[in-house]
């Protein structure tokens, strides 16, 4: 794969993530859902942390204001280190399978990247209202806002049975975490390293690596 299918990649990605996270935050209310399927709903969230909503304030004596600022700017060299590698792979025209799964990796850290960058200056609030875009009074500053996630697949919504150990009669659901398209892409292309490993880093025969011995 070239570095041109690798930025068509990137930049569709980019476009479906930040055009329905612009429309949830112009069209819904936070906290707003709406069902799709029985088992898909549309959720309107918003993410101040990292993964699953942890905060560093949370686990560290910092405030909140810090701790985002600290995983903001953690995220930018995240994704300055991720281009890098994609960069570096193109160049060494290393397997199709590596180049997708670290494109889709790339495209969508930068998607969540734009959103913790840029959200907090160019949206007002949506508590209690829809959002603005461009607003004349932004919620946040730069380097402060909040990711949007919308996607919510609770295939399973049900109440444990009384008869149960330590849970009975209380609810459960499986899928319960709320994500976007962006963390779709960061876990597709996970999934492609670790499902695909052998053809994303596919070992070297012992005659290739004698010649590399030898060169060396």
Known sequence: MNLKK???????????????????????????????LGWFKILFIENEGAAWGTKLSD????????????????????????????????????????????SLIFAGALGNIIDSVFYGIIFDHSNGQVATLFSNEPYGSLFHGKVVDMLYFPLIDTTWPDWVPSFGGQRFRFFEPVFNI???????????????????????????????????
Not at 13 to 18: A, R, Y
């Open 6 to 36: 690798s930025l068509i990649i990137i930049v569709l990605i980019l476009l479906v993530d930040q055009i329905s996270k612009v429309y949830i935050k112009t069209h819904f209310i936070l906290g707003e859902s709406h069902d799709v």
């Open 59 to 102: 686990l560290l004596p910092i405030s909140e204001s810090i701790g985002k600022l600290v995983l903001t700017v953690f995220r930018i060299f995240a994704v300055l280190g991720i281009g890098y590698w994609l960069w570096d792979i193109i160049k060494k025209q290393s397997p199709r399978t590596l180049i997708l799964a670290v």
């Open 182 to 216: 962006a963390d779709t892409a960061i876990s597709t292309g996970v999934g492609i390293l670790i499902v695909f490993n052998k053809k994303a880093f596919p070992k070297k025969s012992e005659d290739t690596q004698e010649v590399v011995d030898q060169n060396a």
